[in-house]
T-cell receptor, first 113, second 111 residues
Framework: GAGVSQSPSNKVTEKGKDVELRCDPISGHTALYWYRQSLGQGLEFLIYFQGNSAPDKSGLPSDRFSAERTGGSVSTLTIQRTQQEDSAVYLC???????????FGPGTRLTVT | QKEVEQNSGPLSVPEGAIASLNCTYSDRGSQSFFWYRQYSGKSPELIMSIYSNGDKEDGRFTAQLNKASQYVSLLIRDSQPSDSATYLCAVLFWDTDKLIFGTGTRLQVFP
């Protein structure tokens, strides 16, 4: 079946602009996760959704970052007033239920100039 | 602070050898354990999960878990050049439901 999909695959934006990153999880997966991977760095947890609710937003680095999930499916990660330090690959993963194996999408490479 | 630690490598092994990748973690609570492979420029790909002490085998891969020593490892038998990648150890801590990743071990398999 289809895996996790993310769009866009690449995004170049100017400092100060807002960006929206989209994640479409595997059909039937109730849990959805956002991570960030900076060049040469490990994966950093951002936020986790169970259904449409986000029980854990503790990983969001600042109030410029927000995320929502609608219909228990697609999720959008929004970064407002982007900064150069936001440049990274943003990865989405989904799992059948919480604590199950997580499957990653191909990621969105964000470059802030 | 929950931590997952791996040697960054690179670990270089000849083709056909066994590659042994190790990972230690903090905390003695309930956890699940995962190994991911990440090729350069690609996203992590799940290789194996392990939930209880002992060995779990899947093809050329064997995951080993020792909760008393807070240690999990991945053995790759008959290593191939196509196995050259970064291997990420990840621990799901049940008290927070967070999957914490190690920084990864880079494996190089030379012909």
């Amino acid at each position: 079946g289809a895996g996790v999909s993310q769009s866009p695959s690449n995004k170049v934006t100017e400092k100060g602009k807002d960006v929206e990153l989209r994640c479409d999880p595997i059909s039937g997966h109730t849990a959805l996760y956002w991570y960030r991977q900076s060049l040469g760095q490990g994966l950093e947890f951002l936020i986790y959704f169970q259904g449409n609710s986000a029980p854990d937003k503790s990983g969001l680095p600042s109030d410029r970052f927000s995320a929502e999930r609608t219909g228990g499916s697609v999720s959008t990660l929004t970064i407002q007033r982007t900064q150069q330090e936001d440049s990274a690959v943003y990865l989405c993963a989904s799992s059948l239920a919480r604590r199950d194996e997580q499957y990653f999408g191909p990621g969105t490479r964000l470059t802030v100039t | 602070q929950k931590e997952v630690e791996q040697n960054s490598g690179p670990l270089s092994v000849p083709e056909g050898a066994i590659a042994s990748l190790n990972c230690t973690y903090s905390d003695r609570g309930s956890q699940s354990f995962f190994w991911y492979r990440q090729y350069s420029g690609k996203s992590p790909e799940l290789i194996m999960s392990i939930y209880s002490n002992g060995d779990k085998e899947d093809g050329r891969f064997t995951a080993q878990l020792n909760k008393a020593s807070q240690y999990v490892s991945l053995l790759i038998r008959d290593s191939q050049p196509s196995d050259s990648a970064t291997y990420l150890c990840a621990v799901l801590f049940w008290d927070t439901d967070k999957l914490i990743f190690g920084t990864g071990t880079r494996l190089q398999v030379f012909p």
